[in-house]
């Protein structure tokens, strides 16, 4: 079949490749920094390949810092907080989707104003009821105040009302209570924007450093983001050992993202069409 080529296609090709070269020149310039010898990071005229790559940023990251323990603890934090967010959400989802109840359109105001507030607003409370329950340097201090995610709801919330009502009732038919229906209806049928919001919510919070930063002190508690911040402090201006560090914190989002674009992709165009 023969392409025509017309000029908003061409126009839109052009404007994604443009976007795409925007997009990874800053990470090919940290890969590139980050195999370059330090004097070399500093020489002028400035070059893009390094003329003796090396790995010696790397290994100074890895010696310097317990990478490998902050890298367990990011995933822990980051897999408690994608699967009780996605339970929190799926929950209080399908309440406001499907029943009836008092006061459900001021409560459901309230999630879409929670949207609004900055996270940064709640740092102190957040801090004074975490002491006070003695979660500070734990896991849960860090995973519990990042549960509730009112974005989350909202696009859950919107995609169970494009959801058609015959198949609950058909499930309410076949004697499965309110529970069933939820978890072997609802969810089954919601597994693409499940994934999107899951992968969301992972990425948020594997890159989160403001709260994990304030909640934490112990540094075998410390997560990437926090961890390699303090790391880079005592670096100055070694750029390659700043931009290995970089590398290194990002590349496991890289990889669950490639892994999972499809289903994100699909995910979100699934919550536009049927929200």
């Known amino acids: 079949m023969r392409t025509t080529w017309t000029f908003p296609k061409v126009a839109t090709i ?15 310039w940290a890969l590139d920094t980050s195999l370059k010898p330090e004097p070399e990071t500093t020489r002028s005229p400035i070059t893009w390949l390094p003329a003796a790559p090396t790995m010696a940023a790397y290994s100074s990251v890895l010696d310097q810092g317990d990478l490998i323990r902050w890298f367990f603890n990011s995933t822990v934090v980051s897999v408690l907080v994608t699967g009780l967010t996605l339970v929190v959400s799926v929950l209080a989802a399908f309440g406001f989707s499907r029943t009836r109840f008092p006061g459900r359109r001021v409560l459901f105001g309230l999630i879409i ?148 674009q499809r289903h994100v992709v699909r995910g979100v165009g699934d919550a536009g069409i049927k929200g």
């Open 14 to 28: 052009v404007g994604a490749i443009l976007l795409a070269v925007l997009w990874l020149v800053p990470l090919l």
């Open 113 to 260: 104003a929670g949207i609004l507030v900055p996270p940064q607003v709640l740092i102190v409370p957040l801090f004074q009821e975490m002491t006070g329950l003695g979660l500070v340097d734990t896991y849960w201090g860090i995973v519990l105040p990042q549960v509730v995610a009112p974005v989350m709801v909202f696009v859950l919330k919107k995609f169970f009302d494009g959801i058609s009502r015959d198949y609950e009732d058909a499930a309410r038919v076949d004697g499965a209570t309110r529970w069933r229906i939820v978890w072997s209806v609802m969810v089954p049928m919601s597994r693409p924007i499940l994934v999107a919001v899951g992968i969301f919510t992972f990425i948020g919070a594997w890159n989160n450093f403001l709260w994990p930063f304030i909640v934490t002190t112990d540094p075998s508690m410390m997560t990437i983001p926090v961890g390699l911040a303090n790391v880079q402090g005592s670096y100055g201006l070694r750029y390659a050992q700043i931009m290995a560090s970089a590398v290194l914190g990002g590349l496991p989002l890289l990889i669950v993202y490639a892994l999972f």
